[in-house]
């Protein structure tokens, strides 16, 4: 059934949004690099390591993240089915990939799975320093609210790995101050607290919820609507909303 779902949920949703949240993160990556940080829905130091998605072209872009998070399941279904006979670890990667929020994930070439990947380390091991590492990059690079309850169970199960992901967390934020200046950060506190909402805040929102109907200048964020769902864009300036 989840392969049966899955691939109607691709028919859907290739021809009309493949690789957008890809195409987002690169476009991202070069806004940052010319000083303007105009997607300030992820801090600026997310620029740093989308970089390399501006090395190759929109296309090859979304297939990269498509491929990464194909390769990120695969591997967790390889480690989770050990011991298993072959053909009950085929279905299980079969359902796995076909399970519709996936295959949604895969399409936009979102970095949902990249997360799950710092998190294996945290939740599937043993407390330890080491292990926090990876949700430290994760909290400076795409920090979220949906990791603020594991950051609690992480508290009273994981502590010593919270440790390590809090101090990476700061040490990379630091770095990426450094980099990019007090300002782009600013920024993005603004967004992200509400502040501004006349202004970039405004922007941002156009940009979380467009569709491609919107044009190539808008983005998507990580809390895209489905790309069926009708919806309006409009351009800001100042305290204007201009529909477009």
């Known amino acids: 059934m989840n392969a049966i779902t899955g691939v109607g949920v691709a028919a859907v949703i290739l021809p009309l949004s493949y690789g957008q949240d890809a195409g987002f993160y690169r476009t991202c990556a070069l806004s ?4 303007k940080n105009d997607c300030s829905l992820y801090p600026p130091l997310a620029a740093l390591f989308a ?4 090395w190759v072209t929109p296309t090859a872009a979304a297939v990269i993240m498509t491929l990464i998070g194909a390769t990120i399941l695969l591997t967790g279904v390889t480690l989770e089915t050990r011991g298993r006979v072959l053909v009950d ?3 299980v990667a079969v359902a796995a990939l076909g399970f519709a929020p996936v295959v949604y994930e895969l399409s936009l070439g979102q970095i949902t799975l990249l997360i799950a990947a710092a998190l294996y380390l945290v939740v599937r091991h043993a407390d330890a320093f080491r292990n926090g590492l990876p949700m430290g990059i994760v909290l400076a690079v795409a920090p979220k ?4 309850p594991l950051l609690v169970w992480m508290l009273v199960w994981r502590p010593r790995a919270l ?3 809090l101090l990476g967390a700061l040490t990379l934020t630091s770095v990426g101050v450094v980099l990019y200046g007090t300002d782009q950060y600013a920024t993005w506190v ?3 607290t509400g502040a501004g ?3 970039v805040g405004a ?4 940009r979380l919820w467009a569709t491609s109907r919107c044009g190539p200048s808008t983005q998507r964020g990580s809390l895209s609507l489905p790309p069926w769902v009708p919806l309006r864009c409009g351009r800001f300036s100042g305290t204007r909303r201009e529909d477009s």
Do not use: D, F, N, Q
Not at 51 to 54: D, I, K, N, S
């Open 163 to 165: 440790v390590t992901a």
């Open 32 to 35: 940052v690099a010319e000083g």
């Open 145 to 148: 609210p949906m990791l603020l």
């Open 203 to 206: 922007t941002s929102r156009c």
């Open 190 to 192: 603004s967004v992200i």
């Open 51 to 54: 970089r390399p998605l501006t």
């Open 89 to 91: 670890r085929v279905l």
């Open 197 to 199: 909402r006349e202004s």
